[in-house]
């Protein structure tokens, strides 16, 4: 009697013990799943970068990468997320897991009249100060050294507006059949990835990992594209394509450009506000316009849209697209 009362209590403890593994484990057999997809603009149906996406009914927020893309991890089979974009139109959709997702946002066509009522400090100038601030913390040149991986992707293309070919029955059909080439073609695509290091005060030493060039094949053209932007955003002038900008990010120019918070975004345990920036009216300057994502964490910028004020003939239409990454919680 007594060894079957021991059987008894061993075999429960072997139960208790099975049903304590499978409470403990459950989280973990949950399989992950990935939401995944590309963010498209309807006209041009050129990818969007850095949309911002939430999760319906919650503050957690993402960012599509550079090239449009986004990816979400997740226990759901689907999850309704809400997109967003400056100058589009809000869309909120159900997505699948493991499917690849395509998104369309139209832009605005039709923009009302509004009257902007400003506190008495605009609020999107106390960001700019602490980013100004903290400059030379998340500017990865003012470190003793450092290695990073860069992607860089640049393409040319032609604005077929200059070519002056009417749409309509009676326009040559040759002339057509290049302007509707040149609408879905780029001149000119060029991808590499870099392996970068750097030790101060200037010595750097790039590798190239990988590259692709497709279109025109003159070596000219990769020469010429390491030179069209700068490696950081943080420098007082901003060197695009040979010509000198004033940085949005530096000393003073809360009194030459006009700021605006467009958005704010949560985004792991930071905040990312989204400004908008371009030149005061009747200043005399070479300003740019765009976009700057100011992340909370040190406000350093996570990432950034921008383009000259105004185009000169015969100058390049250039616009600029950056992206950085937290790396190793420091910098």
Known sequence: MLNKLVTIIKLSKIYILSLLLVIVFLPVLAQRKIIKGSVLDSITNEKLPFTNIIIFNTNRG?????????????????????????????????????????????????????????????????IIKKAIENRNINNPEKRKSFTCTIYNKTFFTIDTSSLNIKDNTTADTALNNIRNFINNNHLFISESIIERSFMAPDKRNDKIIASKVAGLKNPLFSIFINQLQPFTFYDEIITIAD???????????????????????????????????????????????????????????????????????GDMNIKIQQQYKYVDNQQ
Not at 68 to 95: A, N, P, R
Request: aromatic share 14%; no cysteine; glycine share 2%.
């Open 62 to 126: 993402y960012i599509s990468d550079m090239k449009g893309d986004f990816q979400i991890e997740t226990i759901e089979d689907s999850l309704t997320l809400i997109f967003s974009y400056v100058g589009y139109i809000k869309k909120t959709v159900t997505l699948k897991a493991n499917y690849n997702n395509i998104i369309i946002l139209s832009p605005v066509q039709i923009e009302l009249t509004e009257i902007k009522i400003y506190p008495t400090e605009n609020p999107a100038h106390r």
């Open 243 to 313: 010509k000198k900008y004033i940085n949005p990010v530096s000393k003073g120019s809360i009194f030459k450009y006009n700021f605006l918070i467009e958005d704010t975004l949560f985004y792991d345990n930071d905040t990312v506000f989204i400004i908008s920036f371009r030149p005061y009216e009747n200043k005399n300057f070479d300003a740019l316009q765009g976009l700057l994502y100011i992340n909370s964490n040190t406000y350093a910028i996570q990432n950034v849209i921008a383009r000259p004020f105004l185009i000169q003939k």
